[in-house]
Antibody, heavy 123, light 112 residues
């Protein structure tokens, strides 16, 4: 059974940093591209970042470019999102989501999602 | 940049009746080289992550009930729930993946 479990969320002051993790199990993590998608409270879904299976291809939404860094450790079956210079508008539930294409390097839909971790940016 | 819109914002349908949700992209998401529409649909219930229902505009994800169907091509797409069940109360999102992934604003479906 595919499982994605996010962690690392919490309350942080504006300008602060946070590192999110996503632990994957139930599939060959190293074969799949992964994404972070966020959802502000009561709002819709916003794609944040993409990383290919080998980390060779990375994309960011304009809203986080230069502040967020996506990475992965295939040996640990883990995905990460380092978030710096956080702003109030970054407050959201952050989901990790799997791209169903094996060894894909292009954008796709998302077939499995974690339960999410809440990031609150407030003083 | 592609802009995604959905209509209506919300709808209430009687149990057993049809629910129809529309999604429109500002540019075509049909890729001519493979004749595929890069459009997916998701269902999100309160307190839960989104669940993939439909991809390539009309391919139902494994395990999704056949009362859910997707149609359309180019810029105009539809998600149809043929016979609404109580468990279908949710917000439904379309998403294009022709370019940088972008979701529509969502349509809330309730029971009348």
């Amino acid at each position: 059974e595919v499982q994605l479990v996010e962690s690392g969320g919490g309350l942080v002051q504006p300008g602060g940093s946070l590192r999110l993790s996503c632990a994957a199990s139930g599939f060959t993590f190293s074969s799949y591209s992964m994404n972070w998608v966020r959802q502000a409270p009561g709002k819709g879904l916003e794609w944040v970042s993409y990383i290919s299976s080998s980390s060779s291809t990375i994309y960011y939404a304009d809203s986080v470019k230069g502040r967020f860094t996506i990475s992965r450790d295939n040996a640990k079956n883990s995905l990460y999102l380092q978030m710096n210079s956080l702003r109030a508008e970054d407050t959201a539930v952050y989901y990790c989501a799997r791209d169903p294409t094996i060894f894909g390097v292009a954008h796709s839909f998302f077939d499995y999602w974690g339960q999410g971790t809440l990031v609150t940016v407030s003083s | 940049d592609i802009v995604m819109t959905q209509s209506p914002d919300s709808l209430a349908v009687s149990l057993g009746e049809r629910a129809t949700i529309n999604c429109k992209s500002s540019q075509s998401v049909l890729y001519s080289s493979n004749n595929k529409n890069y459009l997916a649909w998701y269902q999100q219930k309160p307190g839960q992550p989104p669940k993939l229902l439909i991809y390539w505009a009309s391919t139902r994800e494994s395990g999704v009930p056949d009362r859910f169907s997707g149609s359309g091509s180019g810029t105009d797409f539809t998600l149809t729930i043929s016979s609404l069940q109580a468990e279908d109360v949710a917000v439904y999102y379309c998403q294009q993946y022709y370019s940088t992934p972008l979701f529509g604003p969502g349509t809330k479906v309730d029971i009348k």
